[in-house]
């Protein structure tokens, strides 16, 4: 016993050295670490702008520590505006809307298309759900003006064939919602497919072959074997989009209804709001709303990975 406990304190007490294989993943992980400091570390300084009223005197570091402290100002003046509760309403409801159905539809398609007997169609359609993704918004833009212009627009056109009258979408603000939330899953939907239908070819086929000889549907094979397996996956993709609930994709709300005057009410969100600031130089404004919008999303991060760690702890991120 002795002897064993002696050899014990002889292996702790010796130092660990430093190894070929440290020094060749220290220098894989060197570019990620240095690309961390730089973007997302070195950008942090800029914070302190929130709290002041920023003005250019020369270089961006001279100006940051001459200009007026005004404290909690900025965080003030855009939560007291007439903005606020619409730019709140449109950033939270559209995302609540793309959470639900970023997570529901994508997994329905990657268990239809993982069923389908034709895994050459499988990649057909794989392929032309996921296109969309790689497009610009920019672009989008572009073509959704194309079917969407008053005098010159394919639907109109079609509308005063039919002998109706020809509408005025950029000024009709109750088409743009549903619009809106058709256009982000067109664009995502291939995107979220994918990650989906990744976990679900990794599943055993062993399960599914014991469920047959059981007399399983394949609905019951779904909600038995392939929904428990994907659970871990479906749960992560939730709690880290629930983290981007407070931000908003820019060119959906920006460049697609193309800056609208008349489309204020159900296109202004955080991310328009912070892009107008910086127009209009009022640039402590705009940094007070993006801390505003990192702050929440860590904070409902951590809020629902504590409410997945309650109801199940081994699901939970952190």
Not at 197 to 202: D, I, T
Request: net charge positive.
């Amino acid at each position: 016993m002795k002897t064993m406990d002696s050899t014990k304190l002889q292996r702790k007490g010796r130092k660990k050295r430093w190894t070929k294989d440290d020094t060749e993943l220290s220098l894989l992980a060197a570019p990620t670490v240095v690309w961390y400091l730089l973007f997302a570390y070195l950008p942090m300084f800029g914070l302190i702008i929130a709290f002041k009223n920023f003005k250019i005197h020369g270089n961006f570091i001279k100006s940051v520590f001459s200009s007026q402290w005004v404290g909690l100002e900025n965080f003030k003046f855009m939560f007291t505006s007439n903005e606020a509760a619409i730019v709140l309403r449109n950033t939270l409801g559209y995302n609540i809307i793309f959470i639900s159905l970023g997570i529901i539809l994508p997994v329905i398609l990657a268990v239809a298309i993982e069923n389908l007997h034709s895994k050459r169609m499988a990649k057909v359609y794989q392929t032309a759900m996921f296109m969309p993704y790689f497009l610009s918004w920019v672009v989008v833009a572009a073509v959704v003006w194309g079917f969407l212009s008053y005098d010159k627009g394919i639907v109109n056109s079609a509308l005063s064939q039919m002998g109706k009258d020809p509408v005025n979408w950029y000024m009709s603000p109750q088409y743009w919602p549903p619009f809106l939330i058709f256009m982000n899953l067109w664009k995502g939907l291939g995107y979220g497919m994918v990650l989906y239908l990744a976990a679900v070819v990794g599943i055993d086929p062993s399960y599914y072959e014991a469920a047959v000889i059981d007399g399983a549907t394949k609905w019951q094979q779904t909600r038995y074997i392939t929904l428990p397996m994907i659970k871990t996956v479906i749960i992560i993709m939730f709690i880290l989009n629930v983290g981007h609930i407070f931000y908003s994709d820019f060119g959906l709300f920006y460049q697609v209804p193309r800056d609208s005057n008349s489309l204020f009410n159900v296109t202004y969100t955080l991310d328009i709001m912070v892009y107008k600031s910086l127009k209009s130089s009022t640039v402590g404004m705009a940094s007070a709303a993006a801390f505003f919008q990192s702050v929440m999303g860590c904070l409902t991060t951590l809020a629902a990975n504590a409410v997945v760690k309650h109801i199940d702890p081994d699901s939970a991120m952190i």
